[in-house]
């Protein structure tokens, strides 16, 4: 079966700009979380979705946001995007509680 | 606040060794570990996951052990080969995040298997 698919794979965006990255899951998986991957930080919990619902968001600024659809694809949204935001986004979907968290190949956003 | 330690940070090895990398966690209270592997620039894949009641699984030449009272994973690849160069990830699962999808990771280590 398809994995998890994130589009677009490469992203630049100019400073100020905001910018919408996409994650559809394994079909029939119902959460999906989001990170963030930087050579400093690491691996960085963003956000996570089930059933259209946040149920867990990361210590990020409210400049990233995310939703979750009916079909259970989400997107993510960064506004006002900082140089800091550069980075590799990482979706992952899971199909409940406690289950493998599968990853797609994640959206590399550059801002420049 | 959980915290999740990976040692060493890089390693290097002759093709056909076998090796052991190390994670460890500073709060056992945790749903479950979870082994990825990384290739530069590209998503992760994951190798293993360990739930809390277990103590390890295997996976070809993958074994993976969990010691949840010490805070402690490992993973074993046995007779290395170059295909198996890239990044190791650990991650736990805390039981005080609910039932959600988060998880807490650690550095990783880089490993590169030389022919």
């Known amino acids: 079966k398809a994995g998890v698919t994130q589009t677009p794979r490469y992203l630049i965006k100019t400073r100020g700009q905001q910018v919408t990255l996409s994650c559809s899951p394994i079909?029939?998986?119902?959460?999906v979380s989001w990170y963030q991957q930087t050579p400093g930080q690491g691996l960085q919990f963003l956000f996570e979705y089930f059933s259209e619902t946040q149920r867990n968001k990361g210590n990020f600024p409210g400049r990233f946001s995310g939703r979750q659809f009916s079909n259970s694809r989400s997107e993510m949204n960064v506004s006002t995007l900082e140089l800091g935001d550069s980075a590799l986004y990482l979706c992952a979907s899971s199909s409940g509680e406690n289950t493998e968290a599968f990853f797609g190949q994640g959206t590399r956003l550059t801002v420049v | 606040k959980q915290e999740v330690t990976q040692i060493p940070a890089a390693l290097s090895v002759p093709e056909g060794e076998n090796l052991v990398l190390n994670c460890s966690f500073t709060?056992?209270?945790?749903?479950?570990l979870q082994w990825f592997r990384q290739d530069p620039g590209k998503g992760l894949t994951s190798l293993l996951l360990i739930q809390s009641s277990q103590r390890e699984q295997t996976s070809g030449r993958l074994n993976a052990s969990l010691d949840k009272s010490s805070g402690r994973s490992t993973l074993y690849i046995a007779a290395s080969q170059p295909g198996d160069s890239a990044t190791y990830l650990c991650a736990v699962r805390p039981i005080p995040s609910g039932n959600t999808g988060k998880l807490i990771f650690g550095q990783g280590t880089t490993l590169q298997v030389k022919p």
């Open positions: 079909s029939g998986h119902r959460s």
């Open positions: 709060d056992s209270a945790i749903y479950n």
